[in-house]
């Protein structure tokens, strides 16, 4: 379903009882996240969204943890439980396993070709709520309700945003969602990672002599939008198609004012400006979704060049740090929607979960049909030359009976299954730019471990025993006879 605007989507969460109005004074510094924390790491009937009403300093409310539980992801992508994203993407791609590296090649294209098949291709309007207000000459971020989020970050944080740049050689949007450090009222740093979209802008405006990338930071929205800029669809495709599906909408669309691009008409606020590749500063340090701090380093600097908005103004914004907290169920959502994704170059594949102590690229678990030897290996390289799962440090492969969301059942699978001599590939390449313990910044180790069983075919003589099982007439008498064991 499509939501109206930000405010249709806290309506739709205080209907549900999932939205606590908070009226008491709150600090933007460091209070707000600690309340937040402990909401999202407390007890679960107490873990809601929040909406802070009385910001010191500030009449803009401010909206955390709107995407903090499976329930509240689920509203906001208009689903019942985000199982049937799975299900919903499945029926709209083939998903036949191709035949052949070319037929492989082809199904790269077909998200694209099904998203724009359905009709909900981003439009344009010529007025939009989120240009109500207009500010240019005084324009500032100080007039936001910014947080700083931990007690040693750098600086204040912009955390929950669609970043909206344009490819300069190809004019191909790209939306992100990159942490922007506020330096003052006029300029702030872009922490896109070196894996990203927006860097590979800077990349090839670096190429083509072209100085400035004009970008545009949007808040709020339609939930899809917002969760969309998260999302790590395959190059070319525009994250805004993938949230007109989910809407059931298109997302329409007013030029914006001062740059060359276009911004969602129902976003609560546009930052416009420019992102300077030459003008590199020190960012940093962040406390990030890894549960530590990311250290200070150099990215590029976003130059404001205007500010618009709706009349009054809702601030969204998000918190990370140890799991779990609301990027895990962010998270949890990308997985399940790219669940399909996986099975078209890879149909052995039944299931996968990426934990929230994986912290997304740290561990995946996968249950698979296995077929040859090797197989579970197989699906490691498949895994990690398939987009940004090239950044995944360990990889677990289990057999298809297992339930890869029962993390007791997966490690009693791990630690009896495998050989550690035998059944473990350990490789160097790329991973994740956070990743502290890599030997060097953006490389370093992984591995792949086969928690299969094992047969003769895998080198495996001994023979391999069976599990545990009860009879199945036990069970049935059992069950019957329950009532009178009076347990």
Known sequence: ??????????????????????????????????????????PADKNKALLFENV??????????????????????????????PHNLANLIDMKLPEGMGAAIGRATELLGALRAVGLKPNRVRNGECQEVVHTDDASLEMLPVLQCWPDDGGR??????????????????VGMYRVQLFDGKTAAMH???????????????????????????????????????????????????????????VQFVECVTQPLEAPADAEIVIEGYVDPNDQRLEGPFGDHTGFYTPADYFPTFHVTAITHRQNPIYPTTIVGKPPMEDYWMGKATERLFLPLMRLFQGEIVDVNMPAEGVFHNLII????????GHPFKVCYGLWGLGLMMLTKCIVIVDHDVDVHNLSEVAWRVLGNVDWKRDVVAVDGPVDQLDHSAMRDSFGGKIGIDATAKGPADGHERGWPEEILMSPDIKALVDQKWESYRL
């Not at 109005?21 to 600690?34: C, F, G, K, M, N």
């Not at 709107?66 to 329930?71: L, Q, S």
């Open 366 to 373: 996968v249950s698979i049909k296995k077929r040859f030897p």
């Open 192 to 250: 896109w990672q070196r894996h990203k979209g927006g860097a590979e802008h800077e990349r090839l405006a670096r190429e083509l002599n072209k100085a400035l990338i004009p970008a545009a930071i949007v808040l709020g929205g339609d939930p899809a939008q917002m969760w969309c800029a998260s999302a790590p669809l395959p190059p070319g495709i525009d994250e805004y198609l993938l949230a007109g599906w989910l809407r059931g909408k298109p």
């Open 1 to 42: 379903m499509a939501y109206k605007d930000l405010s249709d989507f806290i309506q739709r969460l205080e209907k549900a009882g999932e939205l606590k109005r908070i009226q008491a004074p709150v600090s933007r510094d460091l209070e707000i996240t600690e309340i937040t924390d402990r909401v999202s790491k407390g």
């Open 56 to 85: 010191s300093g500030f009449d803009m409310p401010v909206l955390i943890n709107a995407f903090g539980t499976e329930k509240r992801m689920a509203i906001a992508l208009g689903v019942n439980c985000l199982e049937e994203l």
């Open 157 to 174: 944080y912009i955390t929950l945003m669609q970043v909206i740049t344009r490819d300069p050689q190809t004019n191909q949007r790209n």
